[in-house]
């Protein structure tokens, strides 16, 4: 894990956690960041996926990140609801990603998939085929659809969901931080009780780890460990030719009748 993100959740791991793999590329182009306010009433998960070469993809899902941490939660006390943070945020990501790809004349962009919660509600927002999973206890209550070329051809009934795993164009994404006419993030929110748990991805875990295997990997006692372990699973199972994998995992914090505790 990398050293920046250990700090970030060295004392929040029981409610939230994450790391990453290189799998089998020389370069890591996935980036994330879990971020909580001291209070532990709002939380910001963002997961990233660059594309655009080797420099170009790990730019932009580093200024994805870095954007997250310079908003949140500053900007979020500035905006009147969480959805117009999540649209400011991803309008901002985008902006910094065209303006430091220009100043090196190179093409860069980026997925993005973003929880914020409040204590009472979860709010997403995604761009990409970077996707976020809400579970109640086991039953999946919700999955982002792809923005991908793919998924696209199944909406028009052109592919079978099992050749989209196996299509030659599956890793084309029609929608990503970055491109020149700006993008619209697809939103969404729930209600939030105490048995939500949320996992946000890149393509390098959802396509190695199956929607079942997910809610033990939510269920764990220390999510930053289990978000370890499972990184590298996934990696294992992609062998030489695994992609960049990044993993981040939320549930509520535990309420006591003294306020927010950090442990069961």
């Not at 117009?84 to 860069?108: D, M, N, P, S, V």
């Not at 993030?185 to 996992?199: I, S, V």
Request: proline share 4%; aromatic share 8%; charged share 20%.
């Amino acid at each position: 894990m990398d050293q920046d993100h250990a700090r970030q959740t060295k004392t929040t791991r029981n409610f939230m956690g994450g790391d990453r793999h290189v799998g089998g590329r020389t370069h890591q182009q996935d980036h994330l960041v879990c971020l909580t306010t001291p209070d532990l009433r709002r939380q910001f998960l963002v997961v990233a996926d660059g594309v655009g070469g080797h420099w170009g993809g790990e730019m932009a899902a580093q200024a994805v990140i870095e954007t997250a941490k310079n908003m949140f939660p500053a900007s979020l006390d500035e905006l009147a609801r969480p959805a117009e943070f999540l649209r400011a945020f991803c309008t901002q990501a985008g902006l910094e990603i065209q303006l430091r790809a220009a100043q090196e004349g190179e093409q860069a962009y980026s997925t993005v998939v973003a929880l914020l919660t409040d204590g009472a509600r979860a709010y997403w927002a995604h761009v990409g085929d970077s996707r976020l999973y809400c579970f109640r206890d086991e039953i999946l209550l919700h999955q982002t659809q792809d923005h991908s070329l793919v998924q696209s051809l199944f909406e028009q009934g052109k592919i079978t969901a099992e050749e989209r795993a196996t299509h030659p164009d599956r890793n084309k994404v029609l929608s990503a931080l970055g491109m020149a006419s700006g993008v619209q993030p697809t939103l969404g929110e729930m209600t939030l009780t105490p048995d939500l748990k949320f996992l946000l991805c890149t393509d390098g875990f959802w396509a190695q780890v199956g929607v079942p295997e997910m809610p033990a990997i939510l269920a764990a006692t220390d999510l930053d460990f289990a978000a370890s372990i499972w990184v590298r699973q996934a990696a294992r199972r992609g062998g030489s030719q695994s992609d960049n994998i990044a993993l981040a995992l939320w549930r509520p914090p535990t309420r006591t009748h003294k306020g927010w505790s950090l442990f069961r």
